[in-house]
Structures are given as structure tokens and as C-alpha cells.
């Protein structure tokens, strides 16, 4: 079932965004060359106590998964496309990494990504992250009353066709709210005026996944969690939580 968010539901929940927005853009700027990604996880989880907030993510055990997820954010490596676990390896000069940090406040969840270069990236990394930030930006667009979910999955699959990137099969947006993955599910892949008819009140999490080259095969790493591609091509994620309003699209997850 699709639980439709009050006004006041959606400040708490703006406040959730705000908390995770603050927490990305620290660990982004903390991202470079020599630091390790447990690092970053380690700051991501003392700026989530000073903001009186839990993890989303730490605990979170799905069917699919053999163990609880361990840490607070999923740091995703070059061919990792998303869930990457943050252990000890040390970034790089030339790493595309991409961020995904989820926060709960007050019982409501807020869920956001961003991919960043460590250092000088090549410009394919660049166009890459470039593309997926545009593809969010377009499914957000997209995200008015009236309009169906295919037409966020449609405008998100255009951009990647466009630009002759792959979508992995089966990774997608979400409903967000009291549950950090709740209904309706949001495909980065569809068709215009089909699926689940949005309404004010609707909250959800949109987030392209764009991979180099045209393949979108994956497999799961041995860990359990981190989704890689199959041909070790670099991937990059976006993702913001937004809520439909009757004056359109709104960012949860900005600053
Ligand atoms: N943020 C991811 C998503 O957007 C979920 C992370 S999985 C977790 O769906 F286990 F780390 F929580
Ligand atoms: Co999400």
C-alpha cells in the first residue's frame, strides 16, 4: 500500500533530508586520496548522533541479503555500483565514488546520493557523473501531480539511452517514510503515463544508476552486499528523496 504524507509529516521529513544533505556534502569534501572508507563512514556516524538522528542503513537485513548491513553509509567504488560496504581500503587519485547515506528523524527517513571524483577524474567519469546527476534532475522534473511513475522511469531511461549508458536490471527508486524502502517502487526503465498515479502526500526516493559502456549486467561481490558490474565498467548513482506537492516536485534531501 502507498502511504500518502501530511504537510506536517513532509517538515519532519524535510528536516530528516536536511540531515542527510549536511552529512553527504562533509563526507564529500572529507573524500580524498589516502583516507579510508571507514573513514568516512566513522564521520558519517558522529554527524548523525550531534544531529540527534539513527541510521537507516546500519542493521537494515533484507531477505536477499546474508547479513545485516554494517555500516551508515554504502560507499560504492569505480565498478561498484551501489551497497558498497566501507571497509578499509584507501581511496585514490582518479576513484569515482559514489555516497549513499540514509538518516532517521523523528521516525521518518531521508535517503540521498551523490557520486564524487577522488582527485583528477577522466573526463568518461565526468560525463558519466554528469549524466546521472541530469537523469535525477529529469526524473525530479517529471515527479508532478498527475503524472505516473513510468513518467519519472521514462525520463530517467531517455537520458541513459541518450547517452549510451546501461541501467542494471532491478535496482531502483522507492516510496520513502516511516520505513526507509516503502511502496510504490520506481524504475529507472519505463513507459510514459503508466504505473501508480502521483498524488500530494506522495514521498519518494528517485535515483539513477548509469554504468560506462552499454552494459548493464551485474553481479553481487562476495561480501554479500556490493552490487558490481559484470564486466568491471565504473557506475554512478544519484539519488534524492522528494515530495510531490501541489506546486510540483520538492527536495527533501537539499541542503
Ligand atoms: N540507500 C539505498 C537505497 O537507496 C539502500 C541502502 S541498503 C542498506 O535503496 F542496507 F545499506 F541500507
Ligand atoms: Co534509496
Redesign the pocket.
Known amino acids: 500500500m502507498v502511504e500518502l504524507k501530511s504537510e506536517a509529516e513532509i517538515a519532519v521529513m524535510r528536516e530528516a533530508g536536511r540531515i542527510v544533505a549536511r552529512t553527504l556534502a562533509a563526507v564529500a569534501a572529507a573524500a580524498r586520496a589516502g583516507v579510508r572508507l571507514s573513514d568516512l563512514d566513522a564521520l558519517a556516524d558522529e554527524m548523525l548522533t550531534s544531529a540527534g538522528a539513527k541510521s537507516?542503513?546500519r542493521d537494515?537485513h533484507p531477505s536477499w541479503a546474508p547479513t545485516p548491513?554494517p555500516g551508515v553509509l554504502?560507499l560504492s567504488v569505480n565498478d561498484a555500483v551501489?551497497?558498497g560496504i566501507p571497509d578499509r581500503r584507501v581511496l585514490r587519485d582518479g576513484d569515482l565514488l559514489s555516497i549513499?547515506f540514509?538518516a532517521e528523524l523523528d521516525g521518518f527517513h531521508g535517503?540521498a546520493?551523490i557520486t564524487v571524483g577522488i582527485g583528477e577524474i577522466d573526463g568518461s567519469a565526468r560525463r558519466l557523473t554528469e549524466t546521472t546527476e541530469r537523469a535525477l534532475a529529469a526524473g525530479i522534473a517529471a515527479a508532478r501531480p498527475g503524472a505516473r511513475i513510468g513518467d519519472i522511469s521514462h525520463a530517467i531511461e531517455t537520458v541513459a539511452r541518450e547517452a549510451g549508458y546501461g541501467q542494471p536490471d532491478g535496482l531502483g527508486g522507492?516510496g520513502v517514510g516511516h520505513a526507509?524502502?516503502e511502496e510504490p517502487f520506481v524504475p529507472n526503465t519505463g513507459r510514459p503515463h503508466q504505473g501508480f498515479e502521483l498524488r500530494p502526500g506522495l514521498v519518494i526516493?528517485i535515483?539513477p544508476m548509469f554504468v560506462e559502456g552499454g552494459d548493464r549486467r551485474c553481479r553481487t561481490a562476495p561480501d554479500g552486499w556490493t552490487v558490481v558490474t559484470a564486466d568491471g565498467s565504473r557506475a554512478a548513482h544519484a539519488?534524492h528523496t522528494i515530495a510531490v506537492t501541489a506546486d510540483g516536485p520538492v527536495v527533501l534531501t537539499a541542503p
Open positions: 537507516s542503513f537494515y548491513y554504502c551501489v551497497h549513499d540514509g535517503d546520493a522507492h526507509m524502502h526516493a535515483e539519488e
